[in-house]
Every structure is written in C-alpha cells, then in structure tokens.
C-alpha cells in the first residue's frame, strides 16, 4: 500500500519519516514546504497540495493543529481520495469532531480510522510512540503494519470516538502532572535540596510520573522545549473539560490546571512552550529550578 502523508510537524515529520524507514512508499505534504525536504531526502515524493497527495496514494494520514485544520484538509483529499481509501488521523481531536468529520469522509466513500499518538516527539522519532486507535476492526487490522512502523505500542480503543476520548484523558493528566512537578521541584529548591538529587530521588520513588522523569529534565535545564505549545495544551484541556460536562464528571484538578494555562498563555504567548507553564511559579517566587546535568532536549 502507498500512503500520503499531510501535516509534517513537530509530531507528523517524525511520523511520516518512520513510515519511511519502514519501507512504504510514501507521498508527503506541508504547507511549509521545507518541513518536506528531509523526507524528500529519505526517498519519498513530495506534493505541492493534499489533493495532490491523495491522487498519488492509496491512503493518507495527517497530523494537523485543530479540528479546523483537519477539516480543511479533508476537503481537500476528498477531491482526490479513492473510493474505500482510508483516513488515518493522527491529531487530536474532540469525539465529536472525530465522528462528524468521520461523516463528512464517508460521503466520499472515504473510511476514516483515528489514530492520536502519546509520549512525546522524542519517541516519535524513534518511532516508539504509542498509539491510540479508534475504529473499525477491518481497518485496524488493513493499517497495523503502519501503524506499528510509527509506534512501540498500539491500543485499538474501540469505535471511532474511543481514541479521542482516552487521548484527551492521557494528556489531561500529563498537563496535571505538569504543574504538579513544577510546585515538587520549587519546595525541594526552596527547601535547600540540590535539584539534580531531588529529581533523582523523585524519579525512585512513588510519586514519580512519566512527566517528571521527562519534561522535568527540560525545566531543570531551562530550555523548556518539549515541542508542544501553551495553545496546543489549552485545546486539549479545553476537549477534557467538554468530556467532563457531557459525562458528569467533576474535573477539579483539571479545571484549576486549565485555568494555571489560562494564565500560562496570558503571559508567554499561545506558542510559548507547555513547560513553560512552570515558569509562572519561577517568576512569582524569583527563584530559578535550574541544575547542572540535564538536556536541552529529549532523544
């Protein structure tokens, strides 16, 4: 099979150039175009449109910034996409947006499989993501050498909608995780622990987290750069409280930390690193959480 890829950002490049590595033929596209030339260096083709990309492939991915994006695209593809091709979506979005936008696919005999990733884009440059996956079984089963091309472990969640669900509810507690471990690492700090042996300490213990152990390392050297943006975090906090309301469910913890982004956005800017919601506590205490020892970024 020949797939298209659309989207080649922090998160998509990674994923397109997985698929490469694989062995697939792929056909790629960005509104940057230079995002493509690394891939075009690996052996894919490089097309100057989505609806370009679909003439060429049997199926597409995408990875894309909001349910608007995705929605645009899909216009696009539809000019162009084989009857009983499949959608493979990579972005994160809303339930709703996935079973609407899902609609709007079929009425071009498109199938639509949800696929969210998790754990960063370090892992998916290695290629050792995990995936999340909603929709029909056949499809599953059709797209699973791809999708395990692009990731180490591979969740088929359920219907479509099931992936947009358990993807918003991973993330909502990454960003939880997130404040929590800036307020960890202040007390240590304010508490006069060398931070290297705190945050070692904390990573050997009970209340260590996926989130310290990376993105804490990212605070403690003050680059902040995890490649996922205030906006980005504050779209996804937005779909958990929605899911909070539409279940019943008391979001507390989530809410407060909404608002601390809330915050977070008002004063770095919507593309201001998500760690960097922890800078909020630095600049109101004028106490730094930096230590020796630790990366710029993740590989």
């Not at 995936?131 to 219907?159: N, S, T």
């Not at 939880?176 to 931070?195: S, T």
């Not at 909404?258 to 205490?285: C, H, P, R, W």
Request: net charge negative; with cysteine; aromatic share 6%.
């Amino acid at each position: 099979m020949k797939y298209g890829y659309v989207g080649l950002g922090n998160l998509g490049g990674h994923l397109a150039a997985s698929l490469i590595r694989a062995g697939h033929e792929v056909v790629v596209h960005d509104r940057n175009a230079s995002l493509a030339e690394r891939h075009r260096a690996m052996g894919a083709k490089v097309a100057a449109s989505p609806a370009e990309v679909a003439e060429q492939v049997d199926h597409v991915f995408t990875c894309l910034p909001s349910p608007a994006v995705s929605e645009a695209v899909l216009a696009q593809l539809l000019t162009a996409m084989k009857p009983g091709a499949t959608w493979i979506e990579n972005s994160t979005l809303g339930r709703e947006d996935i079973l609407r936008l899902a609609g709007l696919a079929r009425t071009g005999g498109v199938r639509l499989l949800e696929a969210p990733v998790t754990g960063g884009v370090h892992l998916a440059a290695r290629g050792e993501i995990t995936v999340l996956v909603g929709g029909d079984a056949d499809l599953f089963e059709m797209h699973r050498p791809a999708l395990q091309a692009i990731g180490k472990r591979i969740f088929h969640m359920g219907p479509l909608g099931s992936a947009a669900i358990i993807k918003v509810i991973t993330n909502m507690l990454a960003f939880i995780h997130l404040v929590a471990d800036g307020e960890a690492l202040m007390l240590a700090k304010r508490g006069g622990l060398d931070l290297k042996t705190a945050w070692e300490a904390i990573t050997a213990s009970s209340g260590t987290s996926f989130v310290h152990e990376t993105e804490g390392q990212l605070i403690l050297n003050g680059s902040y750069d995890i490649a996922f943006t205030m906006d980005l975090a504050l779209k996804d906090l937005g779909f958990a409280m929605g899911f909070g309301k539409e279940f019943g469910v008391p979001l507390d913890l989530a809410s407060l930390t909404n608002q601390t982004f809330m915050k977070g956005k008002a004063v770095y800017g919507g593309t201001a690193q998500s760690t960097q919601i922890v800078k909020l506590l630095e600049d109101a205490l004028g106490t730094d959480l930096r230590a020796a020892g630790f990366p710029a970024r993740l590989e």
